[in-house]
């Protein structure tokens, strides 16, 4: 017990940094396995890992690490250049000293490399060192354009997305589009589908962000993202589709594409990223004439975010005009920053149908003079031709009455009796189809897992020799018989 205490205090007098730097000796570890094994899963667990790692960083952890590693004659050039971007600190010493003897004359894998440069570009990227933050990108991705190695595509593309990151701090998103396409092509030729979809993705935030969605949905067509992708490239490239196909009116397509991004979504993280697709997703919703649920709007990580949109779906379910301009005007700044105004304003229309409904299912017989007025219309005329769409585009059932100046509406019509039934029956045939496939794809074994209960080569030739034995008996048996 008293062993146990004193280890405890040890653990708790041991200083912040230091277990930042080990911790970060640790993952170097483990890329090395992955490099020496061909295994993704160990890289894939530092890369995991990254969110926490990034908090610990600070001057003084980075500069102990890159004087502990780069120890080769070859290294000295990459450690130096990594250093400029490092402020000036107190390094760490004793306990952790350079390697030496054959070690320190080693060159580092490239995946280290590679790994510690991306460390020192994602603290110039918190630490809001935008300028330096570019240089050391452009230095990183001038390196791994000499580099042709599959053990390297999952570190590669996350130096890809800061890449673009580190432009889009200093407002030179733009100036980043090149290179990217030249490495898609690159990652394409390469069948190095990680960096692939990162990019790809990259590029769609790189056109969207300037409103250059014809642009954006060429890339779509001629691009295939490939399957082999994680979830979170799966989410986001689902969320950009969705932006996409809203803007082209196809809300059927955009719902569908926006659901599927909320579920690949990480569960327990990303809270942002929920919120935009909520938003996106609510408003595509309502382009569709459905109304959201209630419950929609009250999950605890979106119910700050989305209270501009429960205002406004709460206008356009009630189909009160006055309203949804007063909500519009209200929140049209969030509504900008959310790129959702463009879509919101769409919803004038729906507002007035769901208004047209209303009066339709209250009153069987209503002069054009009363919905005018209910509609806050400037004459009887402008009603008439309202309700007149509505009848024709199926929001309503009714009958007009030129003479008298009035609508009569219909009985409601069976729903049953049409094809809407089948169709949606079908669309969750094709959905739960997908989502079994989806879930295939994504099971992992363990490597070599299945080689335990195979046969060698000489029970194989034992067991054939017995069954032709078998196969001559029976013959025999047969031959007998008759």
């Not at 030249?182 to 962000?209: K, M, P, W």
């Not at 047209?356 to 219309?377: E, G, H, M, N």
Request: charged content about 30%.
């Amino acid at each position: 017990m008293k062993d146990e205490t004193e280890k405890e205090v040890e653990v708790e007098k041991k200083d912040p940094n230091l277990l930042s730097v080990e911790d970060i000796r640790e993952h170097c570890k483990l890329i090395r396995r992955s490099v020496e094994t061909k295994e993704t899963r160990f890289v894939l667990r530092v890369l995991r890992a990254l969110p926490v790692t990034r908090r610990k960083l600070n001057p003084t952890v980075l500069r102990t690490v890159l004087k502990t590693f780069y120890t080769a004659e070859g290294d000295k050039d990459t450690k130096e250049s990594l250093l400029k971007f490092v402020a000036p600190a107190v390094e760490l010493d004793g306990s952790l000293t350079p390697s030496r003897g054959k070690a320190s004359a080693t060159p580092l894998f490239p995946e280290v490399d590679y790994y510690m440069s991306l460390l020192v570009l994602i603290h110039l990227i918190d630490q809001k060192k935008g300028g330096e933050a570019v240089v050391c990108a452009k230095q990183i991705v001038a390196k791994l354009e000499n580099q042709n190695r599959r053990t390297l595509d999952l570190i590669s593309a996350k130096c890809y997305f800061y890449y673009m990151r580190a432009h889009e701090m200093v407002g030179q998103l733009a100036d980043s589009r090149t290179m990217l396409h030249s490495r898609l092509r690159t990652a394409t030729l390469r069948n190095d589908f990680e960096g692939q979809a990162v990019l790809i993705n990259c590029l769609l935030r790189n056109y969207l962000h300037y409103n250059l969605y014809n642009q954006a949905d060429k890339l779509v067509l001629k691009c295939t993202f490939p399957e082999q992708a994680s979830n979170n490239e799966w989410a986001r490239y689902y969320y950009y589709l969705g932006r996409i196909k809203a803007m082209q009116l196809d809300y059927s397509e955009a719902h569908k594409h926006l659901l599927q991004s909320a579920r690949k979504a990480p569960q327990n993280s990303a809270a942002g990223f929920k919120q935009h697709v909520a938003k996106l997703s609510v408003t595509v919703d309502l382009l569709l004439g459905n109304i959201p649920e209630r419950q929609t709007f009250l999950l605890k990580e979106v119910k700050v975010a989305l209270h501009p949109y429960l205002q406004l779906t709460q206008a356009v379910k009630s189909g009160d005009l006055v309203r949804f301009a007063d909500v519009v005007k209200n929140f049209a700044d969030q509504f900008n920053t959310d790129h959702t105004y463009t879509l919101i304003m769409r919803l004038h229309h729906n507002v007035v149908k769901t208004a047209v409904r209303t009066i339709s299912l209250a009153y069987s017989k209503i002069t054009f003079a009363d919905i005018a007025q209910k509609l806050l219309l400037d004459s009887p005329e402008d009603a008439e031709f309202i309700v007149a769409k509505a009848i024709r585009d199926g929001v309503i059932e009714a009958v007009l009455d030129h003479d008298s100046g009035t609508m009569q509406s219909r009985d409601t019509s069976d729903v049953y009796a049409t094809r809407e039934p089948q169709i949606a029956f079908n669309q969750r045939i094709e959905f739960c189809l997908d989502l079994h496939n989806h879930s295939v794809k994504a099971m992992r074994f363990p490597p070599k897992s299945y080689n335990k209960e195979l046969e060698s080569a000489e029970d194989r030739r034992e067991r054939e020799a017995q069954d032709l034995e078998l196969a001559k008996e029976m013959a025999e048996d047969d031959d007998d018989a008759y």
